[in-house]
């Protein structure tokens, strides 16, 4: 992404004198705005209310200047697809639940693409710098029926001028246009990375310099971003709950499906209203899914799925979409 990378280009100090400055605000945006200054009218950020919720609402964070559209679907995001390579450090599982805000209730939001990127145990960014190339740490998913994604990383290391921190971004889209932007940090706590760091490839750098009291932005909302990580085997796991204001959920179509064809290894799926995230049922059975990228709500791609229908075998298909609408069945028969 063009805009992304020209990012590269910001040295390390500046970067860190940009983000002490971004810091000082009470509530921050993309670029260091003030959140109502970025979002367009009606896409509010997570500002606390009086009122009581049964979700949490979170304050924005900056984004930082390290943030790459990679558009990598994935849930476990340690591998770097440039080599394949894993990349090393504590094993993080990371369960997100997304929530938006009607009224004074929550509900579960279905069909968001969360994004996380963070740097890696030795402090260092992947698409940045000499990095170039590699897109270890990051990745996104899209949240299913109950507004929940899981990620399978590793415990951020650390860099100057910086507590120790997860970047993350929560989108949603209507076809292949952007309708609304979260964007925050996420914290842990200190006495539990002093514990993770005694550990290798942690403990081959020297003490870090910033804890989170001494984070400029961490001061600014970063007690109420910070995962409860515990132990979970030989790593850990946390859940951060989020609610999110100023989105309005209009009652949706059910999905249509029209037509079929097989290409490849491919099955490709053509209807109408299919929802970011929709998923394809062959004979029952969900299929790998994604939205094609142009025709995001009328072309389905399972990936795999051509290859299960032998010549002139017919199989019933369906779009089951995030909200659990189901299509018409549609039958379809693999020509000899």
């Known amino acids: 992404m063009t805009k992304g990378k020209s990012k590269h280009l910001i040295s390390r100090r500046d970067t860190l004198r940009l983000l002490g400055i971004a810091g000082a605000s009470t509530l921050v945006g993309f670029r260091g705005e003030r959140a109502s200054s970025v979002l367009p009218a009606g896409l509010g950020s997570a500002v606390a209310k009086a009122s009581p919720l049964s979700c949490v609402v979170r304050p924005t964070q900056t984004e930082g200047p390290y943030f790459v559209d990679e558009r990598l679907n994935r849930a476990d995001i340690r591998t770097d697809p440039a080599n394949n390579s894993v990349r090393p450090g504590t094993l993080l599982t990371l369960n997100i639940n997304v929530s938006y805000v009607n009224g004074n209730s929550c509900a579960a939001l279905p069909g968001a693409y969360v994004d996380i990127w963070h740097c890696d145990a030795l402090g260092s960014y992947s698409d940045v710098g000499s990095a170039v190339g590699h897109k270890y740490l990051r990745g996104y998913q899209v949240t299913d029926s109950k507004g929940a994604v899981q990620f399978k990383t590793v415990y951020p290391g650390w860099y100057t001028g910086r ?152 199989v019933t298909l369906q779009v089951r979409n995030p909200d659990g609408s189901l299509s018409n069945e549609f039958s379809f028969t693999r020509p000899a």
Do not use: C, W
């Open 163 to 314: 507590a120790v921190h997860i970047h993350f971004k929560i989108r949603l889209f209507t076809g292949s246009q952007k309708t609304y932007e979260f964007t925050s940090q996420l914290y842990f706590d200190d006495s539990l990375t002093d514990q993770v760091y005694t550990q290798t490839p942690y403990n081959t750098r020297g003490s870090r310099d910033t804890r989170n009291s001494r984070d400029g932005i961490y001061s600014n909302g970063g007690s109420q971003l910070t995962l409860a990580a515990t132990q979970s085997g030989s790593g850990y796991e946390a859940t951060f709950d989020i609610g999110l204001e100023g989105i309005t959920i209009t009652p949706s179509s059910p999905p249509e499906v029209f037509n079929a064809a097989v290409s490849g290894k491919k099955l490709m799926v053509s209807g109408q209203d299919f929802g970011s995230g929709a998923a394809v049922l062959m004979d029952g059975e969900k299929q790998k899914t994604r939205n094609d990228e142009t025709n995001a709500t009328s072309l389905l791609i399972a990936k795999k799925a051509g290859k299960k229908i032998e010549a002139g075998q017919t």
